[in-house]
């Protein structure tokens, strides 16, 4: 148990779906990240969110629409996504530069 | 351009031998971090290195930074075959954003 939560664990969508993926950490931590790690790449950062507030936004499609309500809770609303974006979607928070601690992903298939 | 890129990518030993795992780097960092993925698992922490540290020990693992070659390795001694996982490192530019910038990984397979 890292006290990071993905749900779904897996989702199946089809391109034209609207789904969302949900992070919640139960460690009292200030940021929380997005991150897209697909086969034979490197792991990509996608968002970073601090004390709700995004910081970091890596060049991500408008497809991909991060929601950071309060500081435990973290979405990915995915919209008329691409086959390319089939990936294992990774949630990770941390206090201030500390390590980040990772949920166990969503892995996303689209049909 | 690509930072902390590992080498070898994969590796495979007998259990109770060692294994090194080296991580090289283009720009300056504040720290270097290494992580460990088990299958179908989130990345979980192992060890952190700072820029003005040489040498770093946790358990089983030892973590060299040689920030003049801009590299540095991850060992792993008397291996066990729960350490058969994918090991990245991670490089911190520091700027207090929390921004992390991973590499490959090398994926690690330790035989029984």
């Known amino acids: 148990e890292t006290g990071v939560t993905q749900t779904p664990r897996h989702l199946v969508m089809g391109m034209t779906n609207k789904k969302s993926l949900k992070c919640e950490q139960h460690?009292?931590?200030?940021?929380m990240y997005w991150y897209k790690q697909s086969a034979k790449k490197p792991l990509e950062l996608m968002f970073v969110?601090?004390?709700?507030?995004?910081?970091e936004n890596n060049s991500v499609p408008s497809r991909f629409s991060p929601e950071c309500p309060n500081s435990s809770h973290l979405f990915l609303h995915l919209h008329t996504l691409q086959p390319e974006d089939s990936a294992l979607y990774l949630c990770a928070s941390s206090q201030d530069n500390q390590p980040q601690h990772f949920g166990d992903g969503t892995r996303l298939s689209i049909l | 351009s690509q930072q902390g890129e590992e080498d070898p990518q994969a590796l495979s030993i007998q259990e109770g031998e060692n294994a090194t795992m080296n991580c090289s780097y283009k720009?300056?960092?504040?720290?270097l971090q290494w992580y460990r993925q088990n299958s179908g698992r989130g990345l979980v922490h192992l060890i952190l290195?700072?820029?003005?540290?040489r040498e770093k020990h946790s358990g089983r693992l030892r973590v060299t930074l040689d920030t003049s070659k801009k590299s540095s390795s991850l060992l792993i001694t008397a291996s066990r075959a729960a350490d058969t996982a994918s090991y990245f490192c991670?490089?911190?530019?520091?700027?207090?954003?929390?921004?992390?910038?991973f590499g490959q990984g090398t994926t690690l397979q330790v035989k029984p």
């Open positions: 290195i700072r820029s003005n540290e």
């Open positions: 969110y601090n004390f709700k507030e995004q910081t």
């Open positions: 720009t300056s960092i504040n720290n």
């Open positions: 460690l009292g931590h200030n940021a």
């Open positions: 991670a490089t911190d530019f520091g700027g207090n954003t929390g921004k992390l910038i």
